[in-house]
Each structure stands twice: as C-alpha cells, then as structure tokens.
Nanobody, 126 residues
C-alpha cells in the first residue's frame, strides 16, 4: 500500500532552520506531484508548497515564499522542504501529500491529493 512518511520536524528557535523529508513507497513516485501542507491546532489545513512530478515547477504560499524551498529526488522517492528564517507562526504539523499528475485538480486544494502522510510536528520558540 502507499505510504508517505515525514521526518525532520522538531523544536527550533525563531530565525532557525529545519529540513523536512517525506519518503514515499507503494506508488510510482515520478508520476506524482508532491505537496506540503500544515495544520495548526484549531485551524484549517493550509497549503505550504508543491512541486511538479518532474521537479521543474514549484509553488509556494505567500507566507513562506523566499524562506522555504521544496525539492524532490525521484531516485530516492523523497520530497524535501527546507525551511529557513522560521517564525512562531510557522509552528504546525507539517504533512506531505501526493497528487496524481494524471488527474485534474489544483495543487492548492487538499482534497485533490490522493495520499497523505501522518505529519511531523514543527515547533518554533520565540
């Protein structure tokens, strides 16, 4: 079955950096665009970033543009999110998701993704 496993979360001071990873298995990774979302307590799931199946196109929420960088390694079936200049408002559970590139939809819409990981907690202290 399909599994997406996030790692790399933790506690970091404001201004610090973290690199999240999401390892995928059970799917043809190179045919899926990948996205990162986050969800803070009491808030809706929020789009953070996405990358096309071939890695040539990337997309970011305005709130993270210039601070976060998404990348992927199709040989390792892994997508990354490099987060820098972290702010307390970045604290959330970060989830990766797989978007079937053969289907229509929007990278920005959670319900358009086919598979989800369990998430990794990011905490930013001020």
């Amino acid at each position: 079955q399909v599994q997406l496993v996030e790692s790399g979360g933790g506690l970091v001071q404001a201004g610090g950096s973290l690199r999240l990873s999401c390892a995928a298995s059970g799917l043809t990774f190179s045919t899926y665009a990948m996205g990162w979302f986050r969800q803070a307590p009491g808030k809706e799931r929020e789009f953070v970033s996405a990358i096309s199946y071939y890695g040539g196109s990337t997309y970011y929420a305005d709130s993270v543009k210039g601070r976060f960088t998404i990348s992927r390694d199709n040989a390792k079936n892994t997508v990354y999110l490099q987060m820098s200049s972290l702010k307390p408002e970045d604290a959330a559970v970060y989830l990766c998701a797989a978007f079937d590139s053969r289907r229509s939809g929007s990278y920005y819409v959670p319900s358009d993704y086919s598979y989800w990981g369990q998430g990794t907690q990011v905490t930013v202290s001020s």
